[in-house]
């Protein structure tokens, strides 16, 4: 019985299939295959500094700072 229900299920799906295909054929403009967004060429977690030099600087007075204890 259990067979019987898994091949009334792959039938289903076989049609399914074959429905949507046609659909998608006869208007692909309500069905894109791609969602339109583009991925981003390169994400940053944490971005690199504009300027280096400044930021470095920027760290080391902080670090001197906070060793110094104000």
Known sequence: MNNRKAIRLTDAALRRRTLSSRWR????????????????????????????????????LAAYLTASGY
């Open 25 to 60: 054929r006869r208007h692909p403009q309500r069905h894109p295959r791609t969602s339109g967004c583009r991925q981003p060429e390169v994400v940053w977690i944490n971005p690199p500094a504009h300027d280096f030099i400044a930021q470095t600087a920027t760290l080391a």
